[in-house]
């Protein structure tokens, strides 16, 4: 059997070379089909390992909980609210929570001016616990410490992207800002985290958390989030589970009700993104795919066409000895080796075109091909050749030795 | 046990409603080293006894004995494997690949029979060497004339040392210099011990037999062992 495989391609290949530019053509199909999966694979790969990275810098332990009012309830105008009472419960009764930190939204202006520049960026008070819970960690100067809050302190920390906005120079500490009116000394700036989906993670302003309280004025029942990290041993699934018992109890919700916040975790998040992006692959790849199913018809037509055309040779084979499976595997390697051969080349294409692709859009993450549809490309190529090969495969195989030799 | 034993043998074809009978009761043996014609008119039935003898086809009755296996039991594949062995086939259109050389050609039935390259390269130039043709193995079948590609069809019968060498009209596309030089060669094959049937109409190819059987609307009209038979050295 080895010994016939071997002698099937080895006439196999010389069928293809005879026939170059038929050959090319007809595999001109599966080229095609392999290279635009290849090539959407990769792109969309690629975004998802680089989102996958990102996120990574988020800090996978922890969880982010804000409030949440359905549609409905905001048409009637209900608004739920996290309060500064509900963090302090759950700084005091959660489990496994290595630090907490709550996070106050400005609501009014997210308007930051510095000179004749005007910028708008997010805006946020909290304090010296989130750089812990957000893995936000300071590149100069210092972070708000628990002192700025007490004393309700106008300074602030901003990120790279909030001083290339205001033109501010490259070292702007102790340079001031307009935040809402009042002037913020700036203290620290944050490490730049890049972009996660073409949205920066640099452009934000952090202020003391009581400072934003007093420039939001007198709403009493400011709503907060709370960020908090976990302690190591802890498991995000079993925190959220208690803080969402902690909470409804607070929030006095009746068990027909629905949770009116939600408590997120980064890594939901990432996963969020993944189902997204795998969607956004399976699809495309779906539609691309028929491609190949196309090319692998006109592989079985041109492989037809073959068959006719060489019936008498395949007559005299039959004549001096070959036996069915001998002409078989002779048409149906050939087919397999047009679509395999095909297969490689759309590889090195949607490779070359995938590179292309994310190198010419700015921001754009580097293609990346996984082993998988390397493998799938091949396989699914293999597999199209032997589909469309047996039929015509067959056609010869089961041909009369004497109207095979009598074919004109 | 003679090399090849017909007993009865009919072939019957339907063509609408009427049945053609190209082969109606054929008795016959051929011996080893036998050197054999079957002439006759078109429509005699020699070219269905050609297939039927070279296990192209199978009969509607009767039985066939090739080297004492019964052949009209074998299925399509043992039917190969018979041709493969036994029967070395020279055809009036020389039947060769055309996209291989000479010796690939000459290789190929050693391929079905499962023998390495090497040993396969080896018996084909000693076979296109014994026909005169081991200076002409790299050309491909249209760059050789058609004395030379009837020298490798009997090539390529010859390599796998078939029991019997079947000719169909072997020298039917060939001018009559090179029609002489194949019979010699064919006269040369027999001498050498190779069994030869050949089918033709043409006397004087049939003169070179030493047996001739003349068919006419599917039996045996007349079976003569001619005597005058020339025998070259």
Not at chain 1, 364 to 384: H, Q, R
Not at chain 2, 7 to 23: F, N, P, R, W
Not at chain 2, 92 to 106: I, K
């Amino acid at each position: 059997m080895f010994f016939a495989l071997i002698e099937s391609s080895r006439s196999a290949l010389i069928s293809i070379y005879a026939h170059g530019l038929r050959s090319f053509l007809t595999t001109l199909g599966i080229v095609i089909g392999v290279a635009s999966v290849i090539a959407v694979v990769s792109v969309t790969q690629g975004m998802s390992s680089f989102i996958g990275d990102t996120f990574a810098t988020l800090g996978s332990n922890s969880l982010t909980i804000r409030s949440f009012t359905p549609f409905e309830d905001q048409m009637k105008g209900i608004r739920a609210r996290l309060t500064p009472e509900d963090m302090e419960l759950i700084e005091k009764r959660g489990e496994g929570i290595a630090s907490i930190t709550p996070v106050l939204y400005a609501t009014r202006s997210s308007q930051i001016k510095y000179g004749s520049q005007t910028a708008f960026s997010q805006i946020m008070g909290t304090t010296y616990a989130f750089q812990e819970v957000s893995q936000s960690y300071i590149s100069i100067g210092r972070f708000l410490a628990q002192s700025d809050n007490d004393t309700r302190r106008r300074v602030a920390v901003i990120g790279e992207k909030v001083r290339e906005n205001l033109n501010l120079p490259d070292n702007p500490i102790n340079e001031y800002v307009e935040i809402g009116g009042e002037w913020f000394k700036i203290v620290g700036m944050l490490e730049p985290k890049g972009e996660i989906m073409g949205q920066s993670q640099d452009d934000m302003v952090l202020t003391p958390y009581n400072t934003m309280r007093s420039l939001l004025g007198n709403q009493t029942r400011a709503d907060i989030s709370i960020q908090l990290s976990l302690t190591e041993t802890a498991d995000a699934e079993n925190v959220s589970q208690q803080l969402t018992t902690l909470l409804r109890n607070a929030h006095d919700l009746a068990s027909d009700e629905d949770d009116d916040f939600v408590i997120q975790t980064a890594e939901q998040l990432m996963e969020t993104f993944d189902t997204i992006i795998n969607m956004v692959t399976i699809v495309i790849g779906g539609i691309v795919s028929i491609s190949l199913l196309v090319g692998g018809i006109g592989i079985m037509n041109i492989m037809l066409v073959s068959v006719t055309e060489r019936t008498r040779e395949i007559g005299i084979c039959k004549a001096i000895g070959a036996k069915r499976h001998h002409i078989l595997l002779q048409f149906l390697i050939e087919a397999l080796l047009l679509s395999l051969l095909g297969g490689l080349v759309g590889l090195g294409i949607g490779y070359g075109l995938g590179t292309l692709i994310s190198n010419s859009i700015p921001s754009f993450p580097p293609a990346n091909i996984p082993l998988w549809s390397v493998g799938l490309a091949l396989g699914f190529s293999g597999f199209v050749g032997v589909l469309f090969g047996i039929l015509p495969a067959a056609k010869a195989a089961n041909l009369d030795p004497i109207d095979a030799l009598r074919y004109e | 046990m003679a090399l090849i034993e017909l007993s009865g043998i009919t072939k019957y074809y339907e063509m609408g409603d009427q049945v053609v009978k190209a082969l109606d009761g054929i008795d016959i043996a051929v011996e080893k080293n036998d050197y054999l014609a079957f002439i006759g008119s078109s429509g005699s039935g020699k070219s269905t006894m050609l297939n039927i003898l070279g296990c192209l086809d199978k009969p509607t009755t009767g039985e066939y004995h090739l080297n004492s296996k019964n052949v009209e039991a074998l299925d399509a594949n043992e039917l190969s494997e018979i041709r493969n062995l036994e029967i070395g086939f020279i055809f009036q259109s020389f039947n060769l690949l055309p996209r291989a050389t000479a010796l690939g050609n000459v290789m190929q039935p050693l391929v079905y029979r499962g023998i390495g390259l090497s040993k396969r390269k080896e018996m084909a130039m000693e076979a296109l060497n014994r026909v005169g043709l081991g200076d002409r193995t790299d050309h491909l079948p249209n760059q050789l004339s058609g004395g030379q590609r009837q020298r490798v069809a009997i090539a390529r019968a010859l390599v796998t040392n078939p029991s019997i060498l079947l000719a169909d009209e072997p020298t039917g596309n060939l001018d009559s210099k090179t029609t002489i030089e194949i019979m010699q060669l064919f006269d040369e094959l027999h001498s050498e011990g190779h069994t030869l049937i050949v089918v033709t109409h043409e006397d004087e190819i049939a003169q070179h037999c030493r047996r001739i059987v003349e068919m006419k609307d599917g039996k045996v009209f007349n079976d003569s062992t001619s005597h005058s038979a020339k025998v070259s050295h």
